[in-house]
């Protein structure tokens, strides 16, 4: 199946009792806690990848349910039309990710979506709003303290997506066969007791080359944020979480859900910080706690 042939508006507003129209449900749907353990003024998230199995769904489901927000930011690469064109792969798992997200746009809270690179077929929706989302190619968002932050997927600042977007192709293939080798290892780890550890990751960090490509994104994107006269960038892409400062710039990045499986949340006085959330024990669980074996936030203040 080709994602253009996909029905968007039905994507957006798939059943709350199963799984993606038109495919059979995986399994009985899994509980999820009812009283959520934070309130946040705001919500970022990207680089989700629905649509592969490297996405780490059940502890994002589990993060949604658990942390709630006035206004929640989806900033780009939620659903991986790439892979989707390539292989259909879709879990209950995803379909309660998209589900948790239905509910706060249902509840009250204002999400607002931002395409990126890999749902980029969403980008033709820009301006429009579906099943209660706002669909925008980039943001300018407030802080409580009254910063402006321009918010963006980031794609546009990557080299390899404007200049040879195939090559974009054959390292998103490579990078896919990372996670797979991440996966197997991780329900290893999770055997034998211990805490989701992420060894893409870890490889993508140890490598030089990566490391002065995180490095320069940063940089270019902050040095293309002067000129707005804004305080402070918010992106995704790189799948590498961050908060700092580059010259008169507040870099903020809020990382993924395929590796380290992180957020960055504001609270109500406007200050940022990066929450990480890792699980150890089964998303059936109904319980949720700030730290423990149920769900671990760990905060990196701004």
């Known amino acids: 199946m080709a994602v253009r042939d996909l029905d968007v508006l039905s994507f957006l507003r798939l059943p709350r009792s199963g799984g993606f129209p038109g495919f059979p449900r995986s399994g009985p749907p899994t509980p999820r806690p009812i009283t959520p353990i934070r309130q946040h003024r705001t919500i970022f998230i990207s680089d989700v990848h629905l649509g592969t199995r490297g996405c780490k769904a059940e502890m994002l489901a589990e993060f949604l349910a658990c942390n709630a927000c006035e206004t929640l930011y989806l900033v780009g690469d939620i659903v991986d039309g ?3 064109k390539r292989r ?5 798992a995803q379909t309660q ?19 990126g690179n890999h749902d980029e077929f969403l980008r033709p929706y820009c301006g429009r709003t579906l099943a ?3 669909i925008r190619h980039d943001a300018i968002h407030e ?7 321009w918010v963006l ?4 600042f990557d080299a390899v997506m ?4 195939w090559l974009a192709h054959v390292g998103d293939w490579a990078y896919s066969l990372a996670l797979a080798l991440n996966d197997r290892l991780h329900m290893l780890r999770r055997r034998m007791g211990l805490p989701y550890w992420s060894l893409s990751a870890y490889l993508k960090h140890a490598v030089k080359n990566a490391v002065e490509y995180v490095s320069r994104f940063e940089e270019v994107v902050a040095r293309a944020t002067v000129p707005l006269g804004v305080d402070g960038v918010m992106c995704g892409h790189i799948h590498h979480a961050e908060i700092r400062r580059i ?7 809020d990382g993924d859900w395929v590796e380290s499986c992180t957020a960055l949340v504001e609270d109500g006085r406007g200050h940022l910080e990066i929450l990480r959330w890792a699980s150890s024990t089964p998303a059936s669980d109904t319980a949720c706690t700030v730290a423990g074996t149920k769900g671990e936030a760990a905060l990196i203040p701004a």
């Open 162 to 165: 404007a200049c040879a977007k």
């Open 153 to 156: 997927h980031g794609d546009r």
């Open 143 to 149: 802080t409580a303290d009254g910063r402006k932050i």
């Open 82 to 84: 790439w892979q989707l």
């Open 132 to 134: 209660g989302i706002e």
């Open 247 to 253: 010259g008169t710039i507040l870099y903020l990045n």
């Open 97 to 115: 990710v998209v589900q948790e997200i239905l509910k706060k746009a249902d509840s009250g809270t204002k999400v607002i979506y931002i395409p």
């Open 88 to 92: 259909w792969f879709w879990s209950e």
